[in-house]
């Protein structure tokens, strides 16, 4: 599977471990290239009934359709169209744009942000690269859906100020196994690559939401660990020692993990 499927799954972990036994039964993906984020969905919510896929390029829809013979997929109702006309979107549990919104002038992303919260009955989803201008685009998003009376459930705590200042900026990472192909395209030894993504993912109404994000790899130290931490005070340090209550949860905290 491609990079953007396992920080697409990455993200979904994430939602269903914060917001355990949700109920997503349906899906409506905005820009949803050959069906890569419907197969973390359904991997991630087994009860996934209805899939909505919306991509521009038919050859992408061909591709998908093909990918998904025999699976839930093969239902799928693909409809080419380009989302950043302001489609009419039907309403579905999870709404989800997963690199999609990067090739968008600003008045068009601001228009599937809102078509997003009509269509979202529960939760919406934005991921784009972890990068500056990925990021940059998370951040106009997350501003959008708090003027707009949006729940953020993660990966922020809180609906504050972003305390990410110039040059820095929020992002996380997922692990991609590569294939002797992938290996010999990208010129590289190595048997597996980092996918960095950056993600946002709004609710509908007030939910569990994590008190704080881990923002950096911890820094695991013979007796004590440390943790830069997004808080509602802003960045965080925090150590966590082996005296500490805490210390077998921080000894299985991960970057990216809720705190």
């Given amino acids: ?6 920080a697409g799954s990455a993200v979904l972990k994430e ?41 521009r390029d038919a050859g992408l829809i061909s591709i998908g359709r093909r990918m998904g013979t025999g699976t839930p ?3 799928s109702l693909w409809r ?19 690199y999609s919104i990067g090739e968008l002038d600003e008045k068009a992303r601001k228009s599937v942000y809102m078509s997003m919260l009509g269509a979202a009955r529960i939760i919406g989803v934005i991921i784009e690269p972890g990068t500056g201008r990925g990021f940059g685009m998370i ?8 003027e707009k009376g949006a729940w953020i459930i993660a990966p922020c ?24 192909i992938h290996r010999r395209l990208k010129s590289g030894t190595m048997g597996y690559e980092d996918e960095k993504y950056s993600y946002l993912a ?26 830069t931490l997004c808080t509602e005070n802003g960045i965080e340090k ?20 809720g705190w």
């Fill in 1 to 6: 599977m491609p990079a953007t499927f396992e």
């Fill in 15 to 55: 939602i269903s471990r914060q917001l355990p036994g949700i109920g997503v039964h349906s899906l409506l993906d905005l820009g949803s290239g050959p069906g890569t984020m419907a197969w973390a969905a359904i991997e991630i919510f087994p009860e996934l009934e209805a899939l909505t896929l919306i991509e």
């Fill in 73 to 75: 997929i093969e239902s």
């Fill in 80 to 98: 080419q169209m380009d989302i950043s006309r302001s489609p009419e979107l039907p309403e579905s549990d999870l709404v989800v744009a997963s």
């Fill in 139 to 146: 951040k106009e998003a997350r501003s959008f859906f708090i």
């Fill in 157 to 180: 705590p809180h609906k504050l100020e972003c305390p990410m200042t110039d040059g820095d900026w929020c992002h996380f990472s997922a692990r991609v196994e590569r294939s002797s």
């Fill in 202 to 227: 709004f609710a509908k109404e007030p939910a569990v939401k994590a008190a704080s994000r881990i923002l950096r790899h911890p820094g695991i130290h013979p007796g004590f660990i440390d943790f």
């Fill in 238 to 257: 925090k150590t966590i020692t082996k005296s500490n209550p805490l210390w077998k949860t921080a000894r299985k905290a991960k970057w990216g993990d």
